[in-house]
């Protein structure tokens, strides 16, 4: 990210505003003036007057003294999205049943640019192991649901995130590029996911895809589950809950 020393602000009022918005991520979830300007590389008189702009239009709120973070009218509107409102109607009632049955939480899943971003969140009935929200990003290649959306994503967007690195988030993190492009191999040809502890350390995941009415996968569904539980059983249990939350978002009117 650049920051004051480096970075080129936009000249819009729009851009910049803008920038102020982009400088907020989910490891700076709450920032002060002073990080906002070395983020965006505003002058201070300028970045404060957007800031204020924002706080009263609700974009941004204020945490205690000289702090920010986002605001919940930005977020209402946000959930305005389509993918965001007519993916949750359709997936909402079979994640509930799968949260019912297999006792654990469930996870819908979409792709972002170049990562998997969290849009709903179901808790199970043991939920401590799991540190998730709904809005918080992670990297496609190091997650059930985020490699299930990267092996129907187009090939050119494997290559560029191969390219960009393959962290090692967790013991079980595939950091090698053609182990990653077996698995995503793997994933089309079973239709799901099994991720032991690629994430989360003591954390497994089973994930499959969600199709709207042209067959496209837009999103992934996944139950995530302690490490020492075989996840084999739960793979019928994910994909009826995907297919029933595809069949749903084809049933939804084009909008």
Partial sequence: MATGADAQPPKSVLGRALGVLGAFSDSS???ALADIVAVTGLPPATAHRIVAELVAWGALERVGRG?????????????????????????????????????HVVHLVVRDGFRAL????????????????????????????????????????????????LPRLAPG????????RSALD???????????????????????????????????????????LSLQPFVPAVQLAAAAASRRLGRQPAE
């Avoid at 799991?130 to 649901?145: C, F, I, L, Q």
């Avoid at 993190?173 to 990653?180: E, G, K, R, V, W």
């Fill in 29 to 31: 979830p709450e920032l």
């Fill in 67 to 103: 702090r920010y973070r986002v605001g919940m009218r930005l977020w209402r509107v946000g959930a305005l999205a389509p993918i965001a409102r007519t993916l949750r109607e359709a997936a909402l009632p079979p994640m509930q049943d799968l949260a019912a049955v297999t006792g």
């Fill in 118 to 165: 969290f849009v709903e969140r179901l808790a199970g009935q043991e939920d401590s192991t799991v540190r998730s929200r709904v809005g918080r990003d992670m990297p496609m290649h190091a997650s059930g649901p985020g490699k299930v959306l990267l092996a129907h994503s187009p090939p050119q967007l494997v290559e560029d995130i191969v390219a960009r690195g």
């Fill in 173 to 180: 993190t595939i950091t090698d590029a053609a182990t990653l």
């Fill in 186 to 228: 793997d994933i089309r040809r079973t239709g799901y996911c099994l991720s032991y502890q690629e994430m989360t350390e003591g954390v497994s995941t089973v994930a499959a895809p969600i199709t709207d009415g042209e067959g496209r996968v837009v999103a992934a569904l996944a139950v995530v589950v302690p490490a020492s």
